[in-house]
Nanobody, 120 residues
């Protein structure tokens, strides 16, 4: 089993910055894609940013140029640096990891979620 622990959410004023972290632990053979999703009240969960094992990144149009996703493979950790935050970025942010606990056992794992609130 793979466990994800998120940290770094909080309350920030518009224009400010936050850095989210998500560390994977447990029975890990390898990790493929890692990503961040968010869900605002009354809305569907949406992809914010993703990063492959080779470091290729993709972003939602709404965060391009403001957010940066990165990963530390030695620490099994993915980060989301969020700059120039806007009130519409307010949501619960979830990390997602596609990992193998065995060479044949691929799973899709989610963090517990961390609240990000941006005040105007």
């Amino acid at each position: 089993q793979v466990h994800l622990v998120e940290s770094g959410g909080g309350l920030v004023q518009a224009g400010g910055s936050l850095r989210l972290s998500c560390a994977a632990s447990g029975s890990i053979f390898s990790i493929n894609d890692m990503g961040w999703y968010r869900q605002a009240p009354g809305k569907q969960r949406e992809l914010v940013a993703g990063i492959t094992s080779g470091g290729i990144t993709n972003y939602a149009d709404s965060v391009k140029g403001r957010f940066t996703i990165s990963r530390d493979n030695a620490k099994n950790t993915v980060y989301l640096q969020m700059n120039s935050l806007k009130p519409e970025d307010t949501a619960v942010y979830y990390c997602n990891v596609q990992a193998y606990s065995r060479p044949w056992a691929r799973g899709d794992y989610w963090g517990q979620g961390t609240q990000v609130t941006v005040s105007s």
